[in-house]
Nanobody
Framework: VQLVESGGGLVQPGGSLRLSCAAS????????MSWYRQAPGKERELVAA????????NYADSVKGRFTISRDNTKNTVYLQMNSLKPDDTAVYYC?????????WGRGTQVPVSS
């Protein structure tokens, strides 16, 4: 299983960014995917998750209405569209899947939100 995030970078407050996570090594369409983030000095937290089949989405309260998680099963990729970014969104963003009894993580992509 391999997960590779991309799309991070410096963005100004109020700006937008789309993160991508390319997956391989498992049947992507059959598994839920999620995005987490870890800010400096803080614990890693769940940002958003999407179920494999019906597409049900869940979000952390802090990002509801601003972030959207989606997936393209033809490309084995999960996305995180982030709008109206705030300095508090500054973190390393990771994608994750749970496969055969364990969590698999990408290496993360940094998103600094600053003017």
């Amino acid at each position: 299983v391999q997960l590779v995030e991309s799309g991070g970078g410096l963005v100004q407050p109020g700006g937008s960014l789309r993160l991508s996570c390319a997956a391989s090594g498992f049947t992507f369409s059959s598994y839920a995917m999620s995005w987490y983030r870890q800010a400096p000095g803080k614990e890693r937290e769940l940002v958003a998750a999407i179920v494999s089949t019906c597409g049900t989405r869940n979000y952390a309260d802090s990002v509801k209405g601003r972030f959207t998680i989606s997936r393209d099963n033809t490309k084995n990729t999960v996305y995180l569209q982030m709008n109206s970014l705030k300095p508090d969104d500054t973190a390393v963003y990771y994608c994750k899947t749970y496969y055969f009894g364990r969590n698999y993580w990408g290496r993360g992509t940094q998103v600094p939100v600053s003017s």
